[in-house]
């Protein structure tokens, strides 16, 4: 197991002058993630691609002020298929356990491209403090490209046909001889799937929910959430949320509608108290896509195979991506997508708009291939 990184990094170098009270790149790093410490899901993405990075460095025996413009090609090499695989890839287990590893597996494009970007921005700031003498990302001269994460449109979602036959397999009742425990289960699965498709949260935000952040307002309903950036924000609640907060309400004993001064956790551990943590969460909704997954390939064989290998794909913040998508399909105005997305820029919600690609897909399809025109007919030959 790689060791944490604090026990690896060296010392900063005699003679060398910096802005931070730190002495070893593993403190340097330490205090960049404190800037982030009012956003904690931030804080947590941050803090594990800058591990991975020390750790990797500490292999090659270098420290960060020694990173050139070579060394981040070999790492996004590694990224995408970090050997040997023993000692860098594992299932999630606690960070202080003998068996813990700092990948899941190998990182996709896009993961990759976000772990460039995050590493980017670290290098920013310990070069403005002093602590590194350059930034080594500012030499890659296709950056733009590579590393701003705005371009393009959102592909990781579940298309609708998909999401469809995903809820109405969530939406299936147990069978008469199940257990408590299990119609608890099936309780909860629908409501996280129902709550980060009908309101979008990010999977810290779901966890950290409370019962009294849903309440009535002149008739209507409301979501108040802290998120990303520490910035809050009051969501519309959808009848259809409503209805699923109830039903797992009563399920946990409780009365039908929370009260503004309930702080107890929305979701909840099988004692039916414990919050349930990101982890978790993460774990359970990952375990639902396979178990889809399996369920749609013995339905529908070779012919549902594809769907399948996209749900297998799906992580938690899919469920995000989808619920947007969907939301600005159904023709929600950009605005109001904006402020359930808690975007600051429009043009980051934009990116959830598929109508251009559907149209361009219809013109495309009126071009197909000539078989039929005699060659001496007029435009029949060039």
Avoid: C
Avoid at 94 to 122: E, K, N, T
Avoid at 354 to 370: F, V, Y
């Amino acid at each position: 197991m790689p060791a944490p990184a604090g026990e690896l990094l060296p010392a900063l170098p005699a003679g060398h002058s910096a802005h931070i009270s730190a002495r070893s790149d593993a403190e340097a790093v330490g205090l960049w993630l404190a800037e982030y410490r009012a956003s904690p899901q931030t804080r947590r993405a941050y803090r594990r691609e800058a591990e991975r990075l020390l750790l990797w460095l500490a292999e090659q025996g270098l420290a960060l002020g020694e990173v050139r413009r070579d060394h981040l090609d070999a790492f996004e090499a590694f990224l995408a298929d970090p050997r040997p695989r023993e000692r860098w890839v594992g299932p999630p287990r606690p960070r202080h356990a003998d068996d813990w590893r700092p990948f899941r597996g190998p990182l996709a494009p896009a993961s990759r491209r976000q772990s460039l970007v995050i590493l980017q921005g670290m290098f920013a700031w310990l070069a403005e403090a002093g602590w590194v003498a350059h930034n080594p990302f500012r030499l890659m001269r296709d950056k733009r490209r590579r590393l701003d994460n705005r371009q393009g449109g959102i592909e990781r979602y579940l298309e609708r046909p998909l999401w469809a036959w995903f809820w109405s397999w969530l939406d299936r009742p147990v069978e008469e001889s199940a257990s408590p425990r299990q119609r608890y289960e099936w309780q909860r699965r629908r409501l996280v799937f129902g709550f980060a498709y009908l309101l979008a949260p990010r999977v810290g935000e779901m966890s950290a929910a409370r019962m009294g952040d849903f309440h009535r307002r002149e008739g209507r309903w409301w979501w108040r959430v802290t998120g990303k950036g520490d910035k809050t924000a009051t969501i519309p609640v959808p009848p259809d949320m409503v209805t699923l907060l109830t039903a797992w309400r009563r399920t946990l004993g409780l009365a039908a509608e929370p009260l503004p001064d309930d702080a107890t956790p929305v979701l909840r551990s099988l004692d039916g108290r414990r919050g349930l943590g990101d982890n978790r969460l993460y774990r359970v909704i990952r375990e639902a896509f396979g178990e889809a997954a399996e369920a749609l390939e013995a339905e529908q064989g070779e012919e549902g195979r594809p769907w399948a290998m996209r749900l297998r794909a799906a992580t938690p913040h899919w469920l995000r991506h989808t619920a947007l998508t969907h939301q600005a399909q159904a023709g929600v105005e950009l605005r109001y997508l904006a402020a359930t997305a808690r975007h600051s820029r429009l043009d980051t919600t934009a990116r959830y708009l598929h109508a251009e690609d559907e149209a361009w897909h219809r013109q495309q399809a009126r071009h197909g291939l000539i078989t039929s025109i005699p060659l001496d007919s007029p435009g029949g030959s060039s």
